[in-house]
């Protein structure tokens, strides 16, 4: 194996620990949007689309003769649930979550559009060609949360008003 495609497997097991950290990030903050049915929802899908990036980056390292990253995938978790409960504590944990979720989808854009560049350079079409499948499932997630960001800080802040109304009588 080259040093590149050496490299390429390694960013391929930090991609699969980043999807599993995004799959415990996603259903920590879905278990806590019963006010938000909308975001709820589009979450809901796009944990089942993590899953699904997640055993496909699987599927190519079983392919290469290569696993996931134990370690790296429980590190991932690990992060996802510190975040979760750091979140649980904000009174405006919608738009942290938020906030976190766009900045997240951006993260894994980045991670992609490499991955696919490794992978055409060695010659692994087929990593390739999964990375940029999960790289536009991910694009349109960042491109759904930022065009409702408007939408949900709107909703929370008059949300927000009518429990400090509410509170006040």
Same mark, same amino acid.
């Given at each position: ?13 930090? /991609?699969? /620990? ?7 990030? *996603?259903?920590?903050? !879905? ?29 190519? *390292? ?11 995938? #429980? ?9 979760? !409960?750091?979140?649980? %504590? /904000? ?7 938020? =906030? #976190?979720?766009?900045? %997240?989808?951006?993260?894994? !854009? ?5 991955? !696919? #560049? ?8 087929? #990593? ?16 759904? *949360? ?9 909703? %929370? =802040? ?8 509410? /509170?006040?009588?």
């Amino acid at each position: 194996m080259t040093d590149s495609q050496e490299r390429l497997t390694q960013w391929l097991r930090d /991609a699969h /620990a980043m999807e599993e950290q995004a799959e415990t990030m *996603l259903s920590g903050q !879905i278990r806590r949007l019963e006010n938000y049915p909308e975001l709820r929802d589009r979450m809901r899908m796009h944990l089942d689309e993590t899953r699904q990036q997640a055993q496909r980056l699987e599927q190519c *390292l079983d392919r290469m003769g290569e696993g996931s990253s134990t370690l790296k995938d #429980a590190g991932g978790k690990i992060v996802a649930m510190g975040q979760n !409960i750091s979140g649980m %504590f /904000a009174g405006d944990e919608v738009m942290k979550g938020s =906030l #976190a979720s766009y900045t %997240f989808e951006h993260m894994e !854009i980045a991670s992609y559009k490499m991955l !696919i #560049a490794a992978a055409g350079e060695v010659g692994d079409a087929e #990593a390739q060609r999964v990375c940029e499948q999960n790289l536009r499932e991910e694009e349109a997630m960042a491109d759904w *949360l930022e065009s409702n960001l408007g939408t949900v800080t709107t909703e %929370f =802040l008059r949300r927000d008003e009518r429990d400090a109304d509410s /509170a006040k009588r």
